[in-house]
């Protein structure tokens, strides 16, 4: 999976983790790339921000087990407040990575134009064991164990994605 060039090459690279709700996990994927962005001395260059595609969490902190799961894992997710995209993250977001195909639907639909539908892509497109088309499940209804199946896919994907990254950032957008 290649990663769209930047809109403004002048300001630094901005993604988007996208799931439904905003507090699980794209959340979970925003604190995770935070940390290997810094660690890739990558944290001026890119930037991340998540939200979901619906507003009944807006406002609120991590679902309790999401964070729980990345606390254990030596995380911070004590920061994040839920938000809702919108079509105005076209224009302030290089790309859109969604957690499932329903997302990349509601996604897509908030596009005004077909250059923006092409800048959503799903998140797992960069996963070792998954591929272009491969859902994060969604572990709301589910246990623990859900919580921390995420997570291991999230980091196993942010190393992929935070690698891709730095090649761009480093080595141009041509």
């Keep these: 999976m290649e990663l769209p060039p930047p809109q ?9 983790v996208v799931c439904l709700g905003n507090i699980c996990r794209s959340p979970t994927a925003q604190v995770v790339l935070e940390r290997r962005l810094t660690e890739a001395g990558l944290a001026d260059a890119v930037r991340v921000t998540s939200a979901g595609t619906g507003d009944w969490h807006v406002g609120e902190p991590m679902d309790r087990r999401a964070a729980s799961a990345l606390r254990g894992a030596g995380y911070d997710p004590s920061r994040h407040r839920a938000q809702q995209v919108d079509p105005s993250w076209f224009e302030r977001y290089d790309v859109l990575l969604v957690m499932d195909a329903s997302n990349r639907a509601d996604v897509r639909a908030l596009a005004l134009c077909d250059e923006d539908r092409e800048r959503v892509a799903m998140f797992r497109a960069w996963d070792p064991k998954g591929g272009p088309d491969v859902d994060v499940p969604d572990p709301w209804y589910g246990d623990a164990d859900g919580f921390a199946d995420v997570l291991e896919m999230v980091e196993r994907t942010a190393a992929e994605l935070v690698e891709a990254l730095g090649e761009r950032v480093r080595g141009g957008w041509s």
């Design 8 to 16: 403004d090459a002048s300001r630094p690279y901005s993604l988007a």
